[in-house]
T-cell receptor
């Protein structure tokens, strides 16, 4: 079983819709979670960092962590064409950072 | 504003050349990482360093070495470049258990 599972997509949604991106993980030692956005041929850009179960909101983005289910989500409200990118989840255990393979998201104008 | 800077955006090198990729961070982070990213394979850890002169192998260290002589600088070395090392190389840094920040990436082509 892979440590982090993330659906690669592509996920296509109409502009203005709510987007839900998800990752599951198997290692209960993961305590810190991140979401990154990566545009083509660029480095990943940190969107959200959280370490507790529950929700964390930043503008149109909400990160949700459910440690009991080993499941994390990123919600994007009022999606825009500029949100089209690959979204990576990441988890920290001790000094190592483990990444999902990323979900490609297309927002259709 | 936090900053991780990679020395080159694009590089083209010949097979057998020794290649140096440089990464500098200005956040006084203890940890620095080198990843490569390939379609369908995601981010794979090559090496990481948790302190000056310290290094740990990641998942795919073969064909690579690293150097960390100063806290802010972490170098990736391809001893003898091969075509299967054509990839996007990403440097990242963080402090213990905190969020990590990435550089802009170096797209290396080995011909």
């Amino acid at each position: 079983q892979k440590e982090v599972e993330q659906d690669p997509g592509p996920l296509s949604v109409p502009e203005g819709a709510i987007v839900s991106l998800n990752c599951t993980y198997s290692n209960s030692a993961f305590q810190y979670f991140m979401w990154y956005r990566q545009y083509s041929r660029k480095g990943p850009e940190l969107l959200m960092y959280t370490y507790s179960s529950g929700n964390k909101e930043d503008g149109r983005f909400t990160a949700q962590v459910d440690k009991s289910s080993k499941y994390i989500s990123l919600f994007i409200r009022d999606s825009q064409p500029s949100d089209s990118a690959t979204y990576l989840c990441a988890m920290i255990s001790d000094d190592k950072i483990i990444f999902g393979k990323g979900t490609r998201l297309h927002i259709l104008p | 504003d936090v900053k991780v800077t990679q020395s080159s955006r694009y590089l083209v090198k010949r097979t057998g050349e020794k290649v140096f990729l440089e990464c500098v961070q200005d956040m006084d982070h203890e940890n620095m990482f080198w990843y490569r990213q390939d379609p369908g394979l995601g981010l794979r850890l090559i090496y990481f360093s948790y302190d000056v002169k310290m290094k740990e192998k990641g998942d795919i260290p073969e064909g690579y070495s690293v150097s960390r002589e100063k806290k802010e600088r972490f170098s990736l070395i391809l001893e003898s470049a091969s075509t299967n090392q054509t990839s996007m190389y990403l440097c990242a840094s963080n402090t213990l258990r905190a969020e990590a920040f990435f550089g802009q990436g170096t797209r290396l082509t080995v011909v």
